[in-house]
């Protein structure tokens, strides 16, 4: 991540407008990607609760809420790993660039 964002430093003094936009693109994607993995560390504590709960009471109605809890780690995760994806792909960009 800090070799990405030395090449864009290195870029935005070739052609600093468009290495901006460049550059505020590269902080959004840092943000989401951030963004993304704490909401996949509190849907895994989420889903631990419940699993808890069920051990103790084990409910068709506790069974369906681990159920959606997973479903909702795993929809987590997959934004995660579509975070990881845009961030490579701004890898990509800044280095064919440079």
């Known amino acids: 991540m800090e070799e990405l964002k030395a090449r864009i430093e290195l870029l935005k003094e070739r052609d600093p407008v468009k290495m901006q936009d460049l550059e505020r693109k590269f902080g959004l ?12 560390e ?37 934004n995660y790993n579509a975070a990881v994806e845009k961030m490579d792909i701004m890898k990509t960009v800044v280095f064919l660039l440079s």
Request: charged fraction near 40%; charge should be negative; avoid cysteine.
């Open 29 to 40: 994607l840092k943000f989401e990607l951030q963004e993304a993995k704490k909401a996949v």
């Open 42 to 78: 509190q849907q895994e504590i989420t889903l631990a609760d419940v699993k808890g709960e069920w051990i103790k009471d084990n409910s068709e109605e506790n069974l369906a809420v681990m159920r959606e809890e997973e479903q909702n780690l795993k929809i987590a995760r997959l």
